[in-house]
């Protein structure tokens, strides 16, 4: 075995480690979970219907968060008896292919509403779109947003949002955009012919070739559309033209990657929560794999061993960023199953890796500081006093600097933005906020390239002065030349 | 063979060693005798890479401790007095984990750790953690991990201290073996006597300097017989007659003829009319006796 993988596994797998760890996954996924539940409060609704009317059936396809049809969703059907002109509700629920049917009594005049009941019991009332009245035609029934933007937002891997449009007889809900190029689309047909379809950049002169479909009879489709490639934001048509020479077109927006800006800052939020208390382990770290054999002699047997200096740092230090790197993993990979399970988001993978990255660097060019440190102090009780002053030093810097600021009358504000330069996470951090479009919590970045060079020097070289001291480097070198 | 060439170290304004020079001759043992805080130790670390010299150099089988310390390295085994290692881990795993920077795999550092450990007597304790060790079991366990790449030169640093009688008669007869086998062993103790019976060559250090490097027969030498006397009726003429063979020193009826120059018969013969001997033998000072004799010149 790699000694280095030997220092990763005795760092890592140690109960001060793991239960850190456990606490921070589990801080992190009920963090996830609370935030996760204030998103969902916030959108008002996540299931939308796409169906038709024929005489007097009502069929539907619930259709779920993810763009799937959904089973076992409560459905109301809310009309009026045209005889005893009260209000009466029908209720149904979606069966295992999300389907729901009603039957319409004929001294109904018409069905006002529909009420979908989500899981989590709150009930959102949709008001119907469909022109009921006329008997046959299709219903698509989104989300109370598209009565005032007519738009909605779908928290799938591919989101889109769709301009909609019903009571005509063709109605499609585009529910997915797939990477190889697929567009799922829920097509409500009321006019039995074939189908043909086609794609559009919106503004386009250029009409697009038209693909055929099969015939399509009355009833709700699950199709998948072969569309190419999608650019990211950027609105689209796509038209469904019959034989019969009828066209219709339904307009949406890719918003392939999108992330909203509460479902960032939550993450943001409990990763900072971890970079400022998770170093504390790599303070303990250093203390035990340099500090303390380093006090009690135990490097001693190994430096007459035939190993070099050089080598004995190079193990102790992989140990630690291996640690680093599986810890930064599972409190993501926690965060991540939290969002996407719980909340039912998935964050954008480049922006994950940015505040990925952040993370792992943070917690290595803290480790790099432990252990020059480390290195310095020939007593582990030196050091671990020292490295704690610096810990808090380190972290709280920016509460006391501003705070003495503050105290002295200056304008703090103008002072932020260089505070910021003792971190790589900050650098990182910002790209991903960024990347969303959410405005980074403190103005960072006056001087991008001033600000990657010292989150590179707050990684390079505290491990370097480390490695010059724990190898005594000089002295080598002046024996070397001295002759010795 | 170890070469020390003129290393000196400082620990800030005391000097530890100063000048260090002499050498560990393959198939031989060396003792390295010298008061507690003589510089023993010091020397040792040194040669052993543990430290670096200040000035100075040391050569294990022709390369340097400085500039070669991975081949120089290779070939010297150093048993400190209380060894340490990372008290936490495993025997075995402390083996392999070492074992691991010398390019051994798992499965041969396990049946290497299993050979070795067997041969310093440590074959059924690979699974214990490290502090549960005994001191003896300690310096068995850093034997055995210096001899993973076979070395030629062995630097015992009080390696006797604080070891049972087993424990003591292991590593004499370990380093007897050695000899044997034609490897360098410097064996260092405070206590001459301990080594007497094992050295060829004694190295006297004292101050942090070389004071004398004898063979082990001329230390033997070097010490003087004094003559014993003891008689029930001395007198002021006794002395006389004694102070012609040597330093007489008179202690109530028994007098110790230091320096003796002449012969027992002799001596008993001359004095026998006048004097009722009751006590007369030989005696020889002991090697602790010879070391305060050599350090006392130098101080």
């Not at chain 1, 072969?226 to 339904?250: I, W």
């Not at chain 2, 004898?214 to 003891?230: A, G, T």
Request: proline share 4%; hydrophobic share 45%; net charge neutral.
């Amino acid at each position: 075995m790699r000694p280095f993988i030997y220092d990763f596994k005795r760092s890592f797998v140690r109960v001060s480690t793991i239960t850190l760890l456990v606490l921070f996954v589990l801080a992190g996924v009920g963090f996830g979970y609370l935030i996760g539940r204030g998103v969902k409060a916030d959108i008002p609704m996540k299931y939308s219907i796409v169906g038709v009317l024929v005489g007097n059936t009502v069929e539907g396809i619930v259709i779920g968060p993810h763009g799937n049809p959904s089973p076992g969703v409560k459905v109301e059907l809310i009309a009026i008896n045209s005889v005893i002109n009260q209000t009466v509700s029908l209720v149904e629920y979606s069966n295992s292919s999300g389907y729901v049917k009603f039957i319409i009594n004929e001294s109904f005049l018409s069905p006002e509403e529909l009420v979908l009941h989500e899981e989590n019991g709150k009930n959102a009332t949709i008001s119907l779109v469909s022109p009921f009245k006329r008997e046959v035609g299709t219903i698509i029934l989104l989300s109370p947003a598209i009565i005032f933007n007519y738009s909605f937002i779908y928290a799938s891997p591919y989101t889109l949002l769709q301009q909609q449009g019903a009571g005509f007889p063709v109605c499609a809900l585009i529910a997915n955009y797939y990477p190889n190029g697929s567009l799922r689309v829920y097509l409500a047909n009321t006019m039995p012919d074939y189908f043909y379809y086609g794609i559009e950049p919106l503004g386009s002169s250029q009409s697009s070739a038209l693909t055929p479909l099969d015939h399509l009879g009355v009833g709700i489709y699950s199709l998948i559309l072969n569309v190419g490639k999608l650019t990211p934001g950027r609105a689209y048509q796509l038209v469904f033209k019959t034989s019969s020479n009828q066209t219709f077109s339904f307009y949406f927006t890719s918003l392939t990657p999108y992330i909203s800006e509460e479902e960032v800052s939550s993450v943001i939020f409990n990763i900072s929560t971890f970079v400022t208390y998770f170093p504390i382990i790599f303070l303990y770290l250093a203390y035990v794999l340099i500090a303390k054999p380093k006090n009690y002699g135990a490097l001693d047997f190994l430096f007459s061993m035939p190993i070099t200096r050089g080598e004995i740092f190079i193990s102790r230090y992989l140990g630690g960023i291996l640690t680093a790197l599986a810890s930064t993993a599972l409190l993501f990979i926690a965060s991540y199953l939290t969002l996407s399970v719980i909340v039912g988001v998935t964050i954008n993978g480049l922006v994950f890796l940015y505040l990925f990255l952040g993370v792992f660097l943070s917690l290595i060019s803290f480790y790099g500081l432990m252990l020059l440190l480390a290195t310095l102090f020939n007593s582990s009780s030196a050091y671990m006093a020292i490295s704690i002053l610096v810990y808090i030093l380190f972290t709280f810097i920016e509460t006391l600097v501003f705070a003495i600021l503050e105290f002295m009358g200056y304008d703090i504000a103008k002072y932020e933005a260089y505070l910021s330069y003792n971190a790589p996470m900050n650098f990182l951090s910002y790209i991903a906020y960024k990347m969303v479009g959410a405005s980074p919590p403190s103005p960072l970045y006056l001087n991008p390239p001033l600000e990657i060079a010292t989150a590179i020097l707050w990684i390079a070289l505290p491990t370097a002065l480390a490695y010059l001291k724990f190898t005594e480097y000089f002295k080598v070198r002046k024996l070397i030349r001295s002759g010795s | 063979m170890i070469r020390i060439e003129h290393i000196s170290k400082s620990y800030g304004n005391i000097k530890a060693i100063d000048d260090v020079t002499f050498d560990v001759h393959n198939g031989e043992i060396t003792a390295f005798v010298g008061l507690n805080g003589a510089g023993k130790t010091t020397t040792i670390k040194v040669s052993a890479g543990v430290i670096y010299p200040d000035r100075g150099d040391v050569l294990i089988d022709g390369y340097s401790i400085i500039k070669d310390k991975k081949i120089a390295s290779k070939s010297v085994v150093w048993v400190p007095e209380l060894p340490s290692f990372e008290m936490d881990m495993r025997a075995m795993d402390y083996f392999i984990y070492i074992a691991g920077y010398l390019g051994y795999p798992t499965s041969e550092a396990k049946e290497l750790a299993r050979e070795l450990l067997s041969r310093v007597g440590l074959e059924g304790a690979e699974r214990k953690r490290l502090k549960d060790y005994s001191q003896g079991m300690k310096k068995r366990f850093a034997l055995a991990l210096s001899m993973i790449s076979d070395p030629q030169n062995f630097l015992f640093d009080e390696v006797l201290n604080g070891l049972d009688p087993e424990g003591i008669a292991f590593f004499r007869n370990f380093a007897l073996e050695l000899k044997k086998e034609g490897k360098a062993v410097l064996f260092s103790s405070h206590i001459l006597s301990e080594v007497e019976n094992l050295a060829d060559r004694v190295v006297f250090i004292h101050k942090g300097r070389i004071v004398r490097v004898m063979r082990m027969d001329e230390v033997r030498n070097f010490v003087k017989p004094y003559l014993f006397l003891r008689v029930e009726n001395p007198d002021s003429s006794l002395l006389e007659i004694l102070s012609k063979y040597g330093r007489v020193e008179q202690s109530g009826n028994a007098f110790i003829i230091r320096d003796f120059n002449g012969d027992i018969g002799e001596v008993s013969y001359s004095i026998s009319t006048r004097y009722k001997i009751v006590e007369i033998r030989m005696g020889y000072s002991s090697l602790e006796e010879v070391f305060f004799s050599i350090i006392g010149d130098r101080k």
